[in-house]
């Protein structure tokens, strides 16, 4: 079946002009984050509800923190009650006239400014002076540190990034871009086709070896830090191997951050599940869960797993640069309107797949580089399989909106053994629908 498949009747001029907003949403308004499917239990639904739009404020129902006790005033307006004025409690027990009482006073006066002078004199005489009080130096002043994107440095260097021989490596890595351009937007139907099927960046060979220089983690016991820096400097390996290509087709290469989250987390691509990773294309960054290897426990240990699946999500911001992402999107909400769920899908497949295959084609390319051995590559593979719509759910041959993970594993192993990008063209004509299922 042709990629992408003939729009349902009556499907949009090829040459209509995709107004903004309609029928699908380009910025401001940001898509649904591209991530992974998450398996079926006992207590969650076999997928993540998609990302809500930027603002989005909860689910309906949410309740607001129990208040703690208040505090028990008198209504407004009204007062707590005094005596009124003049009316004072009488000391008891007290005798005696005014003129004696004055007496007494005038008496003791003197008295007492001649006892405090008594005082006075002895302490200056048994003591001396007092010394002047002292206090501790005050405290240096902290600075607060603001965060910025800088260039990441790579953690180790492997013994072959002498070796001559790599590409690109004149190519210096910029720093993340948290203030990226806008991502190229298709002004009709046609302009989409154009660009998912015979995208400029087809015509590109895909460099290798190329140096990548990354520390040797377990992500499973790694800090927070240790991961953050462990995920950017893949990022800064895979803006070696593919920005010097992207900008030979004339497209702008933009470095994304890798943010690592905890649990359910708001993000510009609204609310996103744990054990996850994505794509945003709302600020065109890429965002990981912590918890996501615990989705595949067997391989929780292995540092080619965060390296993989960072390779994928990375496909993705390819495919935001090249205009593929909001092309699909604009046909895939085509679809999704005239309620052909089955094309909206497969679209969505092709999209995936390509994503894997551009991931198998950066580890070919980084494979010397990081010793990935046949052992690891064959992880990755399984681990690529595992990650199909029907493993995910435990049904046998199910697939839905990013395929089995058979086809996965192929489209990987297509990456890992082709030189030329459009070998990852799952757009193509050529490619039928059983080879995206």
């Not at 998912?196 to 895909?206: E, I, K, L, P, R």
């Amino acid at each position: 079946m042709p990629a992408p498949p003939s729009p349902p009747s009556p499907p949009p001029s090829q040459a209509t002009n995709i107004p903004a907003g309609s029928p699908w949403a380009p910025p401001p308004a940001p898509q649904p984050a591209t991530s992974y499917p998450q398996p079926a239990g006992p207590h969650q639904p076999a997928y993540p509800p998609a990302a809500q739009p930027w603002g989005y404020t909860g689910p309906t129902g949410y309740h607001q923190a129990p208040t703690h006790a208040q505090a028990t005033y008198a209504q407004y307006g009204q007062y707590p009650q005094y005596q009124q004025y003049g009316q004072y409690p009488q000391a008891p027990g007290a005798h005696g006239s005014q003129a004696s009482r004055v007496l007494i006073g005038i008496l003791m006066v003197p008295a007492v400014i001649f006892l405090m002078i008594v005082i006075v004199k002895l302490l200056s005489t048994f003591s001396g002076p007092m010394p002047e009080p002292t206090y501790p130096p005050p405290p240096p002043p902290t600075s607060v540190t603001i965060p910025t994107a800088t260039d990441t440095t790579p953690s180790q260097t492997p013994s072959q990034s002498s070796n001559s021989g790599y590409q690109n490596d004149g190519y210096t890595v910029p720093a993340p871009n948290l203030n990226p351009p806008d991502l190229p937007v298709p002004a009709t139907y046609d302009q989409a086709t154009q660009w998912m099927q015979n995208n400029a960046f087809y015509s590109q060979s895909v460099p290798s070896p190329v140096r990548c220089e990354v520390p040797n983690i377990n992500p499973s016991t790694a800090s927070r830090t240790q991961l953050q820096t462990y995920l950017n400097d893949i990022v800064a390996c895979l803006m070696r191997v593919w920005a010097p290509e992207l900008q030979a087709a004339g497209f702008n290469a933009s470095r994304p951050s890798v943010t690592i989250y905890s649990g359910a987390s708001q993000t510009p691509c609204g609310r996103v599940p744990r054990q996850n990773a994505f794509y945003c294309s709302a600020d065109q960054q890429i965002y990981y869960a912590t918890d996501l290897p615990m989705l595949f426990p067997q391989y929780k240990n292995d540092p080619f797993v965060p390296l993989s699946i960072i390779a994928h999500e990375f496909g993705h911001a390819i495919q935001a640069q090249t205009g593929i992402l909001y092309s699909e999107a604009a046909w895939q909400q085509s679809y999704e309107d005239d309620s052909n769920t089955a094309l909206s899908n497969e679209i969505s497949r092709r999209t995936e797949m390509q994503a894997d295959c551009f991931a198998g084609q950066f580890i070919n390319s980084v494979s010397q580089s990081v010793n990935v051995s046949q052992s690891e590559l064959t992880i990755i593979q399984k681990l690529f399989f595992a990650i199909g719509d029907d493993q995910l759910t435990g049904q046998a041959g199910f697939s839905e909106d990013h395929g089995t993970g058979a086809n996965r594993q192929q489209w990987l192993q297509i990456g890992l053994t082709s030189s030329t990008v459009g070998a990852c063209n799952t757009y193509s004509p050529s490619v039928t629908a059983s080879q995206v299922h």
